[in-house]
């Protein structure tokens, strides 16, 4: 299974001693996972969980209650559409890691405004109030579904990674921002791992198949946390990083989760990809191997370009596509096993 340590190497911990984190959609799949890991393994001087959700931020305080590092931690109840109270929460803040956002696909296309308010507008918010407030660094999250785009949530994403990139223009250096991409978050809320997981336990006869030839990349919410904790570190600012991840075919899921339950083609839904994409060939001209990892780098900054270029840096080849269908890494049965087995029960 990949890891995105090769960055680390513990100067992470010195970046990040004494320093204040704010995580947008803190409480969501991602940022659980994400505060867990700072409040155990970094010695911060705070960390500011922002949401919506003042259930799971109550259920959140309860759990971390006994923790040694409980009293690091601040509730922020809050909107990314909210600049104000954006502004209000990032005072003194050091780092942002910016994970909230409306992510089901159906949802967006019914419900268009309140994607763009929150993906698109809530990106803006979230530039405005950092380079506002003086914050160091942002990070923001970003998915395959922003490349070469299908649907709304997809476009809204990709509005979105193209604000933080070009975010570095209009803080000229003072705040720096940069994205991660990467593909579908292993039994995260609206993957299809909880919805075969599901049908499973309520006794169904079969698992629905979109497409027998769908492919999708994996990878893990301990990974993502890894991975964009190890491109904070390294970020020099408008860079989109995107992990090197393994691929499976859906059906090949299906089969390991219920080898004895047959599959049912149901076709392919509105706004759903066949495969998925990460690196478009077109952003090839500006990507290098970084070895576990990829970036893209703006057109903008020639001297993030010329800086990046070291021995162990490779350039990609002309026409390089890093889609979920031709990927290297493909995982097995075993494999696909493994990943499931880490999935907390």
Same mark, same amino acid.
């Given at each position: 299974? =990949?890891?995105? &340590?090769?960055?680390?190497? *513990?100067?992470?911990? #010195? ?8 995580? &947008? @959609?803190? =409480? *969501? ?16 001087? /705070? ?8 259930? /799971?931020?109550?259920?959140? #305080? +309860? ?22 109270? $954006?502004?209000? %929460? ?6 942002? !890691?910016?994970? %909230?956002? $409306? /992510? ?13 308010? &929150? ?9 405005? %109030? ?12 970003? =998915? ?17 990674? /193209?604000?933080?990139?070009? %975010? ?14 990467? @593909?579908?978050?292993? *039994?995260?809320? @609206? ?21 027998? #030839?769908? &492919?999708?990349?994996? !990878? ?8 964009? $904790? ?29 080898? #004895? ?29 970084? *070895?576990?990892?990829?970036? +893209?780098l703006p057109w903008f900054n020639e001297d993030l370009w010329s800086g990046y270029q070291t021995d162990e840096v490779k350039t990609v080849t002309e026409g390089f596509r890093y889609a979920s269908d031709t990927n290297p890494d493909w995982l097995n049965n075993g494999a696909i096993g493994d ?7």
């Amino acid at each position: 299974m =990949t890891e995105f &340590t090769n960055f680390l190497n *513990g100067s992470e911990a #010195e970046e990040l001693k004494g320093k204040v984190v704010l995580v &947008t @959609g803190g =409480t *969501g799949s991602f940022g659980s996972t994400f505060v867990k890991n700072l409040l155990e393994n970094y010695d911060l001087k /705070k960390l500011i969980i922002f949401s919506r959700d003042e259930d /799971k931020q109550h259920n959140m #305080e +309860i759990r971390y209650r006994d923790h040694p590092s409980y009293d690091l931690l601040r509730f922020f109840i809050g909107d990314v559409r909210d600049q104000d109270r $954006l502004q209000m %929460a990032m005072r003194g803040v050091d780092y942002v !890691i910016h994970a %909230a956002a $409306l /992510k089901h696909v159906p949802f967006a296309e019914y419900n268009p405004f309140e994607c763009i308010r &929150t993906n698109v507008n809530g990106a803006e918010n979230i530039v405005t %109030a950092a380079i506002r407030n003086g914050v160091a660094k942002v990070v923001a999250l970003s =998915t395959d579904k922003a490349v070469n785009p299908v649907n709304l949530y997809g476009a809204s994403k990709l509005a979105s990674d /193209k604000i933080f990139v070009a %975010a570095n223009n209009l803080a000229a250096g003072d705040t720096l921002f940069s994205v991660v991409r990467y @593909g579908n978050v292993v *039994g995260s809320r @609206g993957s299809v791992v909880p919805l075969f997981k599901r049908l499973i336990a309520d006794g169904a006869k079969s698992l629905p198949i979109t497409h027998p #030839e769908m &492919t999708r990349f994996w !990878i893990t919410v301990s990974q993502g946390v890894d991975f964009v $904790l190890s491109s904070l570190n390294h970020m020099q600012g408008g860079e989109i990083y995107v992990p090197k991840i393994p691929s499976s075919r859906i059906t090949d899921l299906a089969s390991v989760m219920a080898p #004895e339950l047959p599959q049912e083609i149901v076709g392919i839904r509105p706004g759903e990809k066949l495969h998925e994409v990460m690196i478009t060939e077109e952003d090839a001209r500006r990507t290098l191997d970084l *070895g576990e990892r990829y970036v +893209i780098l703006p057109w903008f900054n020639e001297d993030l370009w010329s800086g990046y270029q070291t021995d162990e840096v490779k350039t990609v080849t002309e026409g390089f596509r890093y889609a979920s269908d031709t990927n290297p890494d493909w995982l097995n049965n075993g494999a696909i096993g493994d990943y499931l087995s880490r999935l907390p029960s």
